[in-house]
């Protein structure tokens, strides 16, 4: 039998009951069409995967009718803000309410809508390379969507696919420690990580060993996944550049169904690719080998000032001072993340190799202009032994920090900022930065500048504006929770029009972080891959000729379309 995740199927076999529908020429197949695979043959994929294949369905199925369960809906309902909650179902992403539709939510009344809308119609729970091989040729012969999931972190759309099938590496945990990797390019401790494991989890085993990992800032984003596969920074950016950058070698499941292995020197091209190309693109990684350094001691730094009882002008006079001395951490090797909206402004610092007086001294610029404008401000300034404990203290660990307004829709306009020359420039972002606060949004601003010479000049698919970056600069502005996806999309557009094309305009020839953009920036494929997009495609088309991976903004994505009932249809001419 299949393994269903929840009792709620019946009011979803509907989907699969053969229809009449002819499958459109060039499209993929849905479960109303009449070639839609068979209950029998979905049942023998089962049985070759040895029982994992899952009928999904929508997390928020137990608080709809027919299937109501009002235990099982709190519990959803309960754990809706919870990253892990979202990570350990199937399915589920964490920005889920960006890309439903409202299709199922769980706080709609119970007679409300819930069908299954863009959530696959079935996932591999997947333990051995041959499941991944197995159902990549199952999607080729019946024509069938497919979709990698790794942590569903995803924030560009790219984990759910209407009647796709699903596979979930969320179950690959292994890692394997190497004291002496030895490669042309590199020779030193390694680690081998499964394409499941979480960026805290790796964290966790460095610090026992004393060594240190590059990996997401937020304890649950994967490390082998979309993370390292689409550039990845962390705190460590502005120490030992990204983690692509970092990456050593992959075994891979190719959408041809061979399970390979990848370096600079073994497939050299699809390792280039692999390594910031984008996740869910050229092939299934199964692990990822990666550089390892030794453990470092770390001062953590936290600053922050509001608005309350200053003028507005003097509150944004303070976070300019911040702006105007981003090098401070770029240059000074920090790691930096700043907060500000139209009442708080608030900056989190974490500087390897350094001591509590060489910290005050790195921040003095822009500790004593502060005071020079005359703007009270609080500091709090940490020691630490080793990165793991300085980490704890920032950002919390994966249970501490499972918190995230998942169900939060929002819009949202990225861009990698460049070092400013001129100070009109600088001045014209002050401006739209005050602008968008007081229009209720906010602003996560990241000096990060990983230069091909602190990532030891690696060779890679990494977007070239990385290089010469200074700021990954985060504006967003949150929507109300019961958005619809029209309502999202008027929304984008006018936060683009309004936001991200003066962004670019002030920016010419800079990018944006493919991980974390505007997903449907109308100019992608030169803000995300710029130079390199050619060459990624040949790439692509090499390893993955039927087109098996899919991601609207994903390299080559610009050659299908998602019709109104979310059926996937490759661009003819
Ligand atoms: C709360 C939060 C915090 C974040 N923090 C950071 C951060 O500190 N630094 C940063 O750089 N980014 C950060 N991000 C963005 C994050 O890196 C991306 O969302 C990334 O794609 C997540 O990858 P994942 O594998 O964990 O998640 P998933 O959502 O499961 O996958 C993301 C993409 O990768 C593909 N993919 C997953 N596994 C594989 C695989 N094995 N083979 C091929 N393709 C695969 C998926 O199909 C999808 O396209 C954050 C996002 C969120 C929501």
């Not at 759910?160 to 590496?169: E, N, R, T």
């Not at 968008?436 to 977007?463: H, Q």
């Not at 010419?508 to 495609?537: C, H, I, M, T």
């Not at 088309?541 to 087109?547: E, S």
Request: with cysteine; hydrophobic share 40%; charged share 15%.
């Amino acid at each position: 039998m299949i393994r269903t995740i929840t009792k709620t199927l019946a009011a979803f076999s509907f989907l699969t009951v053969r229809g009449l529908s002819v499958t459109p020429p060039g499209c993929k197949v849905l479960p109303v069409d009449a070639n839609w695979p068979s209950i029998d043959e979905w049942n023998r994929l089962n049985a070759s995967l040895e029982g994992n294949l899952i009928r999904t369905a929508p997390i928020g199925s137990p608080c709809h009718n027919p299937t109501f369960d009002q235990v099982q809906c709190d519990v959803v309902r309960n754990n809706w803000n919870r990253t892990l909650f979202h990570e350990e179902s199937a399915t589920s992403i964490i920005s889920e309410g960006m890309f439903t539709n409202q299709s199922c939510s769980p706080f709609t009344p119970p007679d409300a809508q819930c069908i299954i809308g863009v959530y696959p119609q079935y996932s591999v729970n997947v333990s051995t390379p041959a499941h991944v091989i197995t159902a990549v040729r199952f999607v080729k012969q019946h024509n069938v969507r497919f979709v990698v999931k790794n942590t569903g972190h995803d924030v560009m759309g790219k984990v759910l696919g209407a009647g796709s099938l699903s596979i979930w590496m969320h179950n690959l945990q292994n890692r394997t420690w190497i004291d002496n990797f030895s490669s042309s390019r590199y020779i030193g401790p390694a680690v081998q990580v499964q394409a499941g494991v979480l960026s805290d989890t790796l964290y966790q085993d460095a610090h026992q060993r004393g060594h240190i990992v590059i990996g997401g800032s937020f304890p649950t984003v994967g490390i082998a996944g979309g993370h390292l596969q689409g550039g990845g920074h962390s705190v460590l950016t502005n120490v030992y550049g990204l983690a692509a950058d970092n990456a050593l070698s992959y075994e891979v499941i190719t959408p041809t169904g061979r399970f390979i292995r990848t370096s600079p020197t073994e497939n050299e091209d699809l390792f280039w690719a692999l390594s910031g190309g984008g996740g869910t693109t050229y092939g299934i990684v199964w692990s990822v080998t990666v550089k390892v350094f030794p453990d470092v001691p770390v001062v953590v730094g936290r600053l922050n000032f509001a608005s309350f009882g200053i003028s507005e002008d003097l509150y944004w006079d303070s976070i300019s001072v911040f702006q105007d001395h981003t090098p401070v951490f770029t240059d000074g090797n920090s790691y930096a993340a700043a907060f500000y909206d139209k009442s708080t402004f608030t900056l989190s610092m974490f500087a390897v190799n350094n001591s509590r007086s060489g910290f005050l001294q790195l921040v003095k610029p822009i500790t004593s202009r502060l005071n020079v404008i005359g703007i009270s401000f609080n500091l709090s300034v940490s020691p630490f032994t080793d990165l793991r404990s300085a980490f704890l203290n920032l950002f919390g660990d994966t249970q501490s920090r499972d918190i995230y307004a998942s169900n939060s829709i929002g819009v949202t306009t990225t861009r990698l900022l460049p070092r400013l020359q001129s100070t009109e420039i600088a001045l014209k972002i002050k401006q739209l930065t005050r602008k968008l606060a007081n229009a209720g949004g906010s602003v996560v601003d990241l000096p990060l500048r990983p230069t091909l010479k602190i990532a030891g000049n690696p060779e890679n698919a990494v977007l070239p504006a990385w290089r010469n970056s200074e700021r990954h600069f985060i504006l967003t502005k949150v929507l109300d929770d019961s958005a619809t996806g029209d309502e999202i999309n008027t929304a984008q557009m006018q936060f683009r029009n309004d936001f991200g094309e003066p962004l670019k305009r002030l920016t010419p020839g800079a990018g944006a972080y493919l991980n974390e953009a505007d997903p449907s920036d109308p100019n992608w494929k030169n803000d995300f891959y710029g130079v390199n997009y050619q060459r990624l495609l040949q790439i692509k088309d090499k390893w993955d000729p039927d087109g098996i991976l899919f991601g609207s903004t994903a390299v080559g994505g610009d050659r299908w379309v998602e019709q109104k009932d979310g059926r996937l249809c490759r661009i003819i001419g």
